[in-house]
């Protein structure tokens, strides 16, 4: 276990919602990065955050938003929800520095899996 | 095209094994290359990291990379059926946020 956590670990939602998805980083990581990944693809970066601010930003749209608090947990919010939001997503913990996130140190969490109907 | 292209699979060995997984890229400023393991409806866990071209080896894992063909390779010794996983590659070409960018995972089955 990574001591990355997730909240929920199931959601279901209609097209036109808006869900939170939370994230609790392993202790002393002080940056969390959010990916969606689809049914039978890999994990796509969504965006980043690094001493609570933003660092790096996918190819998603603005109705997908984050925030990251002072103990460096994370929120990732989805605004409008499409059919195609279904997918499981992640976020990985790491300890960055002003020059990185730290690649090899990123850590994973079990995801949350979000159902659109 | 993808920047990353990777075999989804499914691939089925016996049980002692050597397995064989790849991936190419497109994004000549990629230099640090991972290979991630997936176990259903669990996060993915990092096995093996390397920076830039060479081989790496640990235990019955050797990740090999090759940045002049833009390969890389991730093999497996002695397969055991606990092995069986969906095995992911993902790059990063270290910019500020080192976003990982991932191959679309390889399903691996291992016979008892």
């Given at each position: 276990e990574t001591g990355v956590t997730q909240s929920p670990t199931h959601l279901i939602k209609?097209?036109?919602?808006?869900?939170?998805?939370?994230?609790s980083s392993q202790s002393g990581h002080n940056t969390v990065s959010w990916y969606q990944q689809a049914l039978g693809q890999g994990p796509q970066f969504i965006f980043q955050y690094y001493r609570?601010?933003?660092?790096?930003?996918?190819?998603?749209?603005?109705?997908?938003?984050?925030?990251?608090?002072?103990?460096?947990?994370?929120e990732?919010?989805?605004?409008?929800?499409?059919?195609?939001?279904?997918?499981?997503?992640?976020c990985a913990s790491s300890t960055g520095t002003s020059g990185g996130a730290g690649v090899k140190t990123q850590y994973f969490g079990p995801g949350t899996r979000l159902l659109v109907l | 095209q993808k920047e990353v292209e990777q075999d989804p699979g499914?691939?089925?060995v016996p049980e002692g094994a050597i397995v064989s997984l790849n991936c190419t890229y497109s994004n000549s400023a990629f230099q640090y290359f991972m290979w991630y393991r997936q176990y259903s409806r669990k996060g993915p866990e990092l096995l093996m990291y390397t920076y830039s071209s060479g081989n790496k080896e640990d235990g019955r894992f050797t990740a090999q990379v090759d940045k002049s063909s833009k390969y890389i390779s991730l093999f497996i010794r002695d397969s055991q059926p606990?092995?069986?996983?969906t095995y992911l590659c993902a790059m990063s070409a270290g910019d500020s946020s080192y976003k990982l960018i991932f191959g679309s995972g390889t399903r691996l089955l291992v016979r008892p």
């Open positions: 209609t097209r036109g919602q808006q869900v939170t998805l939370r994230c609570e601010e933003e660092n790096g930003r996918g190819n998603f749209p603005p109705r997908f938003s984050g925030l990251q608090f002072p103990n460096y947990s994370s990732l919010n989805v605004n409008a929800l499409e059919l195609d939001d279904s997918a499981l997503y992640l | 499914p691939l089925s606990s092995d069986s996983a």
